[in-house]
């Protein structure tokens, strides 16, 4: 009988894999049914459609096949940042490509430096005599510090360009735990450590509000600048500092007062911008409205592949959330990384790695492991150079400093050299609800930390002392790589962040240059010349079930991103509050030390359904005590 179950376990095993994937093949196709779109078809010449429905990241998150079947994934499109600059460099090299059509109407953004990036790769296309066309309902900041480089910005009639600024509220959750009883017990370096703050504190720090507005200010002020550059006849500081003058003299109507100011070129509608890209690269269909000859990005991407399989520099990439053990795109599980430095190493004959750096931090020791494994590969002989994306902060710093050269963008979010810890301790809920807590000790650590009563002095004093070594650590290492005094270290370090032109003239930073400055520095140093000086990334590449899925899941994505900017704009405090609640829960959760910088801006962009199920769960669990 033992036998017979077993086989008929197996049997429900084959039957439920294949109806897995008959499932996966129905939604596949059906999802390709949808997506067609009659004017956009792949044509072998024509203008590169870059549509921008989502948001632009350095290493996007992937859905896993049980999360699409249990509806627990993204629902809106990240696009790779290397793929849309690799896109666009490509096809300003190409013939068949004789214009852009950038697509705004829902992009909802990503970091400042990365958009420049992005910026730079449009310019290159106009270089090339080719125009870019924008189009959009609405602008916002990001949205037009891509449009700002284009040869023609579109403007809805119904549209309007709202920029607001770096910038906004966080929030802090003092008043929140003491009314449920829940103690944040804090262990801090640094007086710029504001990552704490929201669990000490009902409002910012006199501190904290300096650093964050000298951050948001040089932000700001490069923002403004790369704009100017692009459109130096905009007339932007006014139409900025006083809107409400500048929309009543168009008598309320936003996209003539944009026009007015210089800030788009043309209003129109859709069908009109459709006639535009006609007009410049033709159409296969004289008979359908408003078609053109169309060239799609993913169509584009996987015929002009951006990486060398037989490169000899490595690139590995560190984005998002550091923590421990391993992790899927989007968030950098130490153990994912390792491994992907140690693949790359065995099976590549590499002989320069570029670390590319778009995070936060996270944990101490998860920024540990990955920076040994740096140093071991470091210690093969291979030069090492780092290149910082948007942010590359606190655990984020701590994975660079073996680098023999750290290239940044002005742009740039990085610092944060400082280390805390918290622990949540749940005596005041226990008093609420009635509950005693009690029993013995054998020794002063028994039954440390103990989360119930709050723990002891002794306790206490242990890991404040931890994370006092955590810090000296922290600055020894800045020390020997920077070539810097211990004692200026730390005066530019107690956890403030600094943006990348500070961080370079204060010897945090090397050289200002993008992803491809560190590349050529890293052939430089590692003496390779044409065929040799080629990249490959070491990552797993996403494989077809996974770009399958990623479809699938893309296909909610009008839900959450609005083409109208008041809508879009009015849906960020929500998305900033769901995301803020999101920080709380793994700070609280998290490891009891870490080197993460929570101070550092962050996109608005919506949870995974995973992380809003685990997020609900947390609050749940949190008024339930």
Same mark, same amino acid.
């Given at each position: 009988?033992?036998?017979?179950?077993?086989?008929?376990?197996?049997?429900?095993?084959?039957?439920?894999?294949?109806?897995?994937?008959?499932?996966?093949?129905?939604?596949? #196709?059906?999802?390709?049914?949808?997506?067609?779109? =009659?004017?956009?078809? %792949?044509?072998?010449?024509?203008?590169?459609?870059?549509?921008?429905?989502?948001?632009?990241?350095?290493?996007?998150?992937?859905?896993?096949?049980?999360?699409?079947?249990?509806?627990? %994934?993204?629902?809106?499109?990240?696009?790779?940042?290397?793929?849309? #600059?690799?896109?666009?460099?490509?096809?300003?090299?190409?013939?068949?490509?004789?214009?852009?059509?950038?697509?705004?109407?829902?992009?909802?953004?990503?970091?400042?430096?990365?958009?420049?990036?992005?910026?730079?790769?449009?310019?290159?296309?106009?270089?090339?005599?080719?125009?870019?066309?924008?189009?959009?309902?609405?602008?916002?900041?990001?949205?037009?510090?891509?449009?700002?480089?284009?040869?023609?910005?579109?403007?809805?009639?119904?549209?309007? #360009?709202?920029?607001?600024?770096?910038?906004?509220?966080?929030?802090?959750?003092?008043?929140?735990?003491?009314?449920?009883?829940?103690?944040?017990?804090?262990?801090?370096?640094?007086?710029?450590?504001?990552?704490?703050?929201?669990?000490?504190?009902?409002?910012?720090?006199?501190?904290?509000?300096?650093?964050? /507005?000298?951050?948001?200010?040089?932000?700001?002020?490069?923002? $403004?600048?790369?704009?100017?550059?692009?459109?130096?006849?905009?007339?932007?500081?006014?139409?900025?500092? $006083?809107?409400?003058?500048?929309?009543?003299?168009?008598? +309320?109507?936003?996209?003539?007062?944009?026009?007015?100011?210089?800030?788009?070129?043309?209003?129109?509608?859709?069908?009109?911008?459709?006639?535009?890209?006609?007009?410049?690269?033709?159409?296969?269909?004289?008979?359908?409205?408003?078609?053109?000859?169309?060239?799609?990005?993913?169509?584009?991407?996987?015929?002009?592949?951006?990486?060398?399989?037989?490169?000899?520099?490595?690139?590995?990439?560190?984005?998002?959330?550091?923590?421990?053990?391993?992790?899927?795109?989007?968030?950098?599980?130490?153990?994912?990384?390792?491994?992907?430095?140690?693949?790359?190493? %065995?099976?590549?004959? /590499?002989?320069?790695?570029?670390?590319?750096?778009?995070? =936060?931090?996270?944990?101490?020791?998860?920024?540990?492991?990955?920076?040994?494994?740096?140093?071991?590969?470091?210690?093969?002989?291979?030069? #090492?150079?780092? *290149?910082?994306?948007?942010?590359?902060? %606190?655990?984020?710093?701590?994975?660079?400093?073996?680098?023999?050269?750290?290239?940044?963008? =002005?742009?740039?979010?990085?610092?944060?050299?400082?280390?805390?810890?918290?622990?949540?301790?749940?005596?005041?809920? /226990?008093?609420? /609800?009635?509950? +005693?807590?009690?029993?013995?000790?054998?020794?002063?650590?028994?039954?440390?930390?103990?989360? &119930?009563? +709050?723990?002891?002095?002794?306790?206490?004093?242990?890991? $404040?002392?931890?994370?006092?070594?955590?810090?000296?650590?922290?600055?020894?290492?800045?020390?020997?790589?920077?070539?810097?005094?211990?004692?200026?270290?730390?005066?530019?370090?107690?956890?403030?962040?600094?943006?990348? +032109?500070?961080?370079?003239?204060?010897?945090?930073?090397?050289?200002?240059?993008?992803?491809?400055?560190?590349?050529?520095?890293?052939?430089?140093?590692?003496?390779?010349?044409?065929?040799?000086?080629?990249?490959?990334?070491?990552?797993?590449?996403?494989?077809?079930?996974?770009?399958?899925?990623?479809?699938?899941?893309?296909?909610?994505?009008?839900?959450?991103?609005?083409?109208?900017?008041?809508?879009?704009?009015?849906?960020?405090?929500? &998305?900033?509050?769901?995301?803020?609640?999101?920080?709380?829960?793994?700070? &609280? *959760?998290?490891?009891?030390?870490?080197?993460?910088?929570?101070?550092?801006?962050?996109?608005?962009?919506?949870?995974?359904?995973?992380?809003?199920?685990?997020?609900?769960?947390?609050?749940?669990?949190?008024?339930?005590?």
């Amino acid at each position: 009988m033992r036998f017979i179950g077993k086989v008929w376990r197996l049997l429900v095993g084959v039957k439920d894999g294949l109806v897995l994937v008959l499932m996966l093949g129905f939604f596949g #196709v059906l999802f390709a049914a949808l997506s067609a779109n =009659p004017h956009a078809g %792949s044509a072998a010449e024509g203008a590169l459609v870059l549509d921008l429905s989502g948001t632009i990241s350095e290493h996007p998150a992937e859905p896993g096949t049980l999360d699409v079947l249990a509806g627990g %994934s993204p629902v809106m499109r990240e696009y790779r940042l290397r793929d849309v #600059v690799h896109a666009l460099e490509s096809a300003a090299r190409d013939d068949r490509v004789r214009a852009v059509a950038l697509d705004l109407d829902r992009f909802a953004g990503g970091g400042q430096a990365g958009l420049s990036d992005v910026a730079g790769a449009l310019d290159g296309v106009r270089r090339a005599n080719k125009p870019v066309i924008a189009y959009a309902t609405g602008y916002s900041d990001d949205a037009y510090l891509l449009a700002a480089h284009a040869s023609e910005v579109w403007l809805n009639p119904l549209g309007a #360009v709202l920029i607001t600024g770096p910038g906004g509220l966080n929030l802090y959750f003092k008043g929140l735990l003491e009314k449920l009883g829940v103690t944040a017990n804090v262990y801090r370096v640094g007086a710029y450590k504001a990552a704490v703050e929201p669990f000490t504190r009902t409002d910012m720090s006199p501190e904290s509000r300096e650093a964050s /507005l000298a951050l948001a200010s040089a932000l700001w002020q490069t923002w $403004q600048q790369d704009v100017l550059k692009a459109r130096p006849k905009a007339r932007l500081q006014g139409y900025v500092m $006083q809107p409400v003058e500048r929309f009543a003299a168009a008598g +309320g109507d936003m996209a003539k007062a944009a026009l007015a100011s210089g800030l788009v070129d043309r209003i129109g509608e859709r069908a009109a911008f459709h006639d535009r890209l006609r007009e410049l690269v033709g159409t296969d269909n004289e008979d359908l409205p408003g078609s053109y000859r169309a060239i799609k990005y993913d169509a584009w991407l996987a015929a002009n592949p951006a990486a060398e399989p037989a490169g000899q520099i490595g690139i590995l990439t560190v984005a998002g959330e550091i923590v421990d053990g391993k992790a899927d795109p989007g968030t950098a599980g130490a153990e994912t990384i390792v491994d992907n430095l140690q693949k790359g190493l %065995s099976q590549h004959d /590499l002989k320069a790695l570029v670390l590319r750096v778009d995070s =936060p931090g996270g944990s101490v020791t998860a920024s540990e492991r990955i920076r040994q494994a740096v140093l071991e590969a470091k210690g093969r002989g291979l030069p #090492v150079v780092v *290149s910082m994306g948007s942010v590359a902060a %606190s655990g984020g710093y701590w994975i660079a400093t073996p680098a023999d050269k750290i290239f940044a963008e =002005p742009e740039t979010i990085t610092g944060s050299i400082g280390v805390f810890g918290i622990l949540p301790s749940f005596e005041g809920a /226990l008093q609420k /609800l009635g509950v +005693g807590a009690d029993g013995i000790r054998t020794t002063p650590l028994t039954g440390e930390p103990d989360l &119930l009563r +709050g723990p002891s002095p002794v306790a206490d004093r242990l890991i $404040q002392l931890s994370v006092e070594n955590m810090y000296r650590r922290f600055i020894a290492l800045v020390s020997a790589s920077r070539n810097m005094p211990a004692a200026k270290v730390h005066e530019i370090a107690q956890g403030r962040v600094w943006d990348g +032109g500070t961080a370079r003239q204060l010897g945090l930073v090397d050289s200002f240059g993008s992803l491809d400055a560190a590349v050529a520095e890293a052939a430089r140093r590692a003496g390779l010349e044409g065929d040799g000086a080629n990249v490959v990334y070491l990552e797993k590449p996403p494989g077809f079930l996974d770009q399958m899925l990623r479809g699938m899941t893309e296909a909610d994505e009008m839900a959450v991103a609005s083409a109208d900017i008041f809508g879009r704009v009015a849906i960020r405090p929500q &998305l900033m509050l769901m995301r803020g609640l999101n920080d709380a829960r793994k700070i &609280l *959760s998290g490891p009891a030390i870490q080197a993460r910088c929570l101070e550092c801006p962050a996109a608005a962009v919506p949870l995974a359904r995973k992380e809003q199920a685990s997020l609900a769960a947390w609050l749940g669990g949190l008024f339930a005590r």
